[in-house]
């Protein structure tokens, strides 16, 4: 309902389409997007996701370039598809940015683009977008044709904000590991089905959580766990600790699991597991950050999977 | 449904009452809360209202002190009803505190309460509260026992963080002006039913509006209007502009009075009225504000009640 009513606002103030197809049917209105990330993760390379792609929607393909690398491996996959696309009589109709410096990406993609005989294939750019970094794409010289903004402008920007940044990306397909990677660490994702271990002291007060694979055993002491967004940012498991499941199944097959609990009985859990936090992460300047690792088994495999996705991409 | 999602989370977060009683009454908490402004304002005299409050609510009642002047009004009124109610068997609970330097004037409400022989009447706090203001506020000597939060919490604060600042005050009863004070120049109300009128030039971009009472002619020219939240922002109509009353009623009675309209032509409007704006006011950064002005007779009216009340509550 607050997506329907924030699509019928941004066109109020003058949005021409919508990747909101419920919205696009509900007032009446373009329809328009691109594919997902996912979508390339479930191919074999990038180049098959986009030949694919293209095969379906000849006359209306937006590619977008970053899932691996946008320059080395997006954008001359792209070029690939729009040649055989006008071969076959078709044109490609765009790119889309989701990443990196949209100026400087935006005015490369441009001029290969027209360098290649594309003049009139679109940029598309994406990412968290507001009024204010499009003034700032503009002025650095980016060659953006179509601006996709959602967040920003549906939700408010700024510190406590109100956006609760949950993206889609698919980490397994037939019980196979896909990942997307991406020039930022922080931004790749984490293959596999996984769960979450959580480490408490003797006295109960939390220590770290650590994401294995669904299958992996409870991390062991001297394993070295991993911060997935800072490659330097490993430790040690320490001696001492106990682990637990912390989730707790309410929903499972769309039935209900546990009868619902009194407001007081999640008022008493939320204030035993802030009290429980680590001194220093409930500062509200600079605090501590809690420690949320991989463990090494899925790092491993997470590490192959990334060796194995360049090799393919020649990055 | 968002106030009462908003409850029932902050409830599980720690919060001990709230003063949505719908949410009270379906959620089984505690309905806790003051008398408005707007209470204060449809008495003669501020100690009238807290009188006429005390007698309802005579063993649970805070006063909210700062419709006309927190430290030389609305205190010394709570004393006064303090002592009557302690000679009548009774106890004031609380007062609350919502504009100003909460810090400083909890630390001086407190000595002045217990000074008087009433250590035991608590202090409320409100007005935008965030984490980051209480934790200033107790660390700048602030004896604060209740904190009312909401807005912060509920919406995300920050830069377009989502929260629509509207408050209730009352501006008129039985036909005659009313208005809180507060120190704030530009948090005092503008008493009286008020219309707009919005001024353009012949070539249809939009110079000004101006608030005046409902009766009031249309603003003249040379007429001086002022800017309510700017003593010093008063400036004189100029010649040749063409008025229009921006107001359109869809409701009226509980009655829709217009057709819905198309999409297309919200969006057309919206371009339109943001075309018509004057140049500079839509720049992202330090943008020239829109001039809205208060007619000269409303502005006299409003000085007029200003004076009366200030010498009612000897200021």
Do not use: C
């Not at 990747?19 to 990038?46: D, I, K, M, Q």
């Not at 590619?63 to 080395?72: A, E, N, P, Y």
């Amino acid at each position: 309902d607050g997506a329907l009513g924030a699509t019928r606002a941004a066109v109020i103030g003058g949005a021409t389409g919508t990747s909101n197809v419920e919205a696009a049917a509900r007032y009446g209105l373009r329809a328009t997007g691109t594919h997902a990330h996912a979508w390339v993760e479930a191919f074999p390379t990038e180049l098959d996701a986009f030949r694919a792609y293209a095969r379906l929607y000849p006359d209306d393909t937006t590619l977008l370039l970053d899932t691996f690398d946008t320059l080395r491996s997006g954008l001359p996959n792209a070029l690939t598809v729009a040649r055989e696309l006008r071969a076959a009589g078709h044109e490609l109709r765009g790119v889309r940015l989701d990443s990196g410096d949209l100026a400087y990406m935006s005015a490369q993609v441009r001029a290969e683009l027209d360098g290649a005989g594309f003049p009139d294939v679109q940029i598309v750019a994406s990412n968290d977008l507001s009024e204010f970094v499009i003034e700032s794409v503009i002025k650095g010289g980016g060659r953006v044709d179509v601006y996709g903004v959602g967040t920003q402008l549906a939700t408010g920007g700024g510190e406590g904000g109100g956006a609760l940044g949950g993206v889609f990306k698919l980490v397994a397909l037939d019980g196979q590991d896909r990942m997307k990677l991406t020039g930022d660490p922080a931004k790749a994702s984490v293959p596999g089905d996984k769960r979450v271990w959580r480490a408490r002291t003797g006295q109960g007060e939390l220590v770290m959580d650590v994401i294995t694979g669904l299958h992996d055993p409870v991390p062991q002491r001297g394993e070295r766990v991993s911060d997935p967004t800072n490659p330097l940012g490993s430790r040690r498991v320490p001696a001492g600790l106990t682990w637990t499941d912390p989730r707790v199944v309410v929903m499972d097959g769309g039935v209900r699991r546990q009868a619902p609990e009194p407001l007081t009985d999640l008022q008493a859990r939320a204030r035993a597991d802030l009290a429980a936090l680590p001194e220093g992460t409930r500062r509200l300047l600079n605090p501590h950050r809690y420690h949320v690792s991989l463990g090494a088994p899925l790092q491993a495999r997470r590490d192959a999977l990334i060796a194995s996705l360049r090799d393919r991409h020649g990055l």
